[in-house]
């Protein structure tokens, strides 16, 4: 069976940037405006008046400081609260095709690879901006590779469950080489409109470069010893946009056709189901935590990662062990623990192990065991 080898990683990072004391006015506005304008229903006991957000609660409740995004002004306009996206004609590109193409190439460059080299393109993201055709043959079209292409969505997990994909292709003979490319335009399908949403999420884009093995002439880059996938059904996040939508006869809350979560239940749920995953992955492979050298992890929360890594090493792991992104970046969705890898791997030695953990919606978790060459 060949050996399967992640060679490069890209990141593509918007333009603008919003920090969280220019979130907190711009929603500090809507919703005064909001309990303003509902304020019979709410006096009547028809409606909750909205919570006014703070940077404070935005900081304790998920250590995100400031996120990017497509387009701000849209995002920061408390009548519009989403970004402005231009419609594009069939003729152009699209939106997540061309911020693909960017990760893509510097994934490639780094693995000293050309997209003739590409025989596979899989596109793995939380939402994708149409049903048909794949983005992910639009990407494949546009970067002038060769082979088959597919869209797949395991919302955070994407990135980990299209690794495992990309290596069951390299391991079986179906590709040589596969990239896997990650287009989170999340300020399109977050809500900005509640308090406790409206800080979670910022855009980015992020692909890897995964190879078959060369046995003459091994493959620099990090060689993938294993990847272990999880699902676990939960509606605790869920977003319900979908085509059949328009067909539904009953009315739907508009907030169900975007990012929604039971926060407080995740973090108790998912926290001990990622750090059983890790450990008992770890256990298979006949590694130790104590052998980490570093774990990437998703960068949904500063709390679930810090107890997370807590848990998985007995103690409280080093910014080096579990470097963060997220104070930045916020959370960016499949991106994330990719992006988390792409800053924070290129120090290691030879021999370095290292692991690679998306969690999520579904619930799903996914976990990639790697080792420096």
């Known amino acids: ?23 907190v006015a711009s929603l500090a506005k809507a919703v005064e405006a909001w309990n303003a304008e509902h304020a019979d229903e709410i006096a009547r006991g028809e409606l909750e008046e909205r919570d006014t957000p703070n940077e404070r609660f935005i900081v304790r409740a998920s250590g995100v400081h400031h996120r990017y995004v497509v387009e701000k ?72 590779a060769s082979g088959w292409a597919y869209d797949m969505n395991v919302a955070c997990s994407s990135a980990t469950f299209g690794i495992q994909a990309a290596v069951d292709a390299v391991r079986c003979g ?14 399109a399908h977050n809500n900005f409109e509640l308090r406790d949403y409206h ?38 996040i869920r977003n319900d946009f979908g085509f059949m939508n328009r067909s539904e006869d009953g009315e739907r809350e508009p ?18 189901k990622v750090a059983d995953h890790i450990e008992s992955h770890l256990a298979e492979e006949g590694w130790t935590a104590q052998g980490l050298s570093r774990m990437w992890l998703h960068q949904a929360n500063l709390g679930m990662n810090q107890l997370i890594s807590k848990k998985v090493l007995g103690r409280e792991a080093s910014e080096s062990e579990a470097p963060v992104v997220l104070d930045e970046y ?25 692991v690679l953990c998306s969690f999520g919606a579904g619930y799903s978790i996914g976990s990639v065991l790697l080792v420096r060459r």
């Not at 060949?2 to 979130?23: D, F, H, Q, Y």
């Not at 780094?110 to 149409?130: H, K």
């Not at 969705?333 to 290292?354: M, N, R």
């Open 1 to 23: 069976m060949r050996r399967a080898v992640l060679t490069g990683s890209g990141l593509w990072t918007p333009s603008e940037g919003i920090t969280n004391e220019e979130l």
């Open 73 to 144: 002004s849209g995002v920061l306009d408390p009548k519009r609260l989403r970004p402005h996206l231009p419609t594009r004609s069939e003729d152009e590109d699209s939106i997540q095709c061309e911020i693909s193409l960017v990760a893509i190439r510097e994934a490639l460059a780094q693995a000293g690879r050309a997209p003739e080299d590409v025989d596979a393109v899989i596109v793995a993201c939380s939402n994708l901006q149409r049903a048909y055709p794949a983005v992910s043959v639009e990407v494949q079209s546009a970067l002038g």
């Open 174 to 187: 179906s590709a040589r080489c596969v990239v896997v490319v990650n287009p989170e335009i999340t300020s």
């Open 199 to 236: 800080f979670i999420f910022g855009d980015a884009c992020t692909a890897v470069v995964v190879e078959a093995d060369d046995e003459d002439n091994p493959r620099p880059g990090w060689e993938i010893r294993g990847t272990r996938l999880q699902t676990v059904y939960s509606n605790n």
């Open 255 to 272: 907030h169900e056709l975007v990012f929604r979560q039971r926060g407080r239940k995740v973090f108790k749920e998912v926290c001990p």
């Open 330 to 354: 916020a959370n960016t969705s499949s991106a994330g623990s990719v992006i988390a890898f792409h800053k924070y791997s290129a120090d290691l030695p030879e021999g370095a192990q290292g």
